[in-house]
């Protein structure tokens, strides 16, 4: 593993076991370190760590969820890139799939969008998003879900760049489907 890839590695030394043993007034002596090492208490601490790390990665990561960067999903479906609030995606997954976004965006198949498409009636709630500069018109559809303006204006700049067309003088226009 890379250093770059490493989140958190987490070091006990003899020290923190004596600061332990000094609290529940077992003797702090080489012997009853060995001990614990003998009775594979690393083992256990590793494993527990392990264990019990998962649930509060996941705690951890819901309290600062606000703060990711990532804000919309683009889901491709015959030719067609549909933009989705993350929330909305993550609730679908959650709700109807009995599963996380990650699962579904890993290998989601035709008839995974196509149930996708039908329960959010992704084609009842689309709304037109153009951009023209000098020389040209391009023109997409997204999907809303009572979305600000503000909101659509993101997910139609975050469709753009995903499409590779830079936004440099042209402006995004909005228009309900």
């Not at 951890?60 to 479906?77: A, K, L, Q």
Request: proline share 1%; net charge negative.
């Amino acid at each position: 593993m890379k250093q770059d890839d490493l989140f958190l590695t987490i070091t006990w030394s003899k020290e923190d076991i004596f600061e332990v043993f000094k609290k529940k007034g077992i003797p702090i002596t080489q012997e009853n370190f060995l001990k614990l090492k003998e009775l594979r208490g690393d083992n256990t601490l590793l494993e527990r760590s392990i264990d019990d790390g998962w649930e509060m990665l996941h705690i951890i990561v819901d309290s600062f969820i606000e703060e990711f960067t990532y804000r919309f999903v683009i889901i491709e479906h015959q030719s067609i890139p549909y933009v989705l609030t993350y929330k909305v995606l993550e609730n679908y997954c959650d709700t109807e799939l009995g599963c996380d976004v990650g699962e579904f965006l890993e290998d989601y198949t035709w008839d995974a969008c196509e149930r996708l498409i039908d329960h959010l009636n992704l084609n009842d709630n689309m709304c037109r998003a153009s951009i023209s500069d000098t020389h040209l018109e391009y023109v997409t559809w997204i999907y809303h879900n009572g979305d600000s303006e503000d909101i659509l204006t993101e997910k139609a700049k975050f469709l753009f760049e995903w499409l590779d067309i830079e936004i440099i003088d042209g402006s995004i226009e909005l228009e309900n489907h």
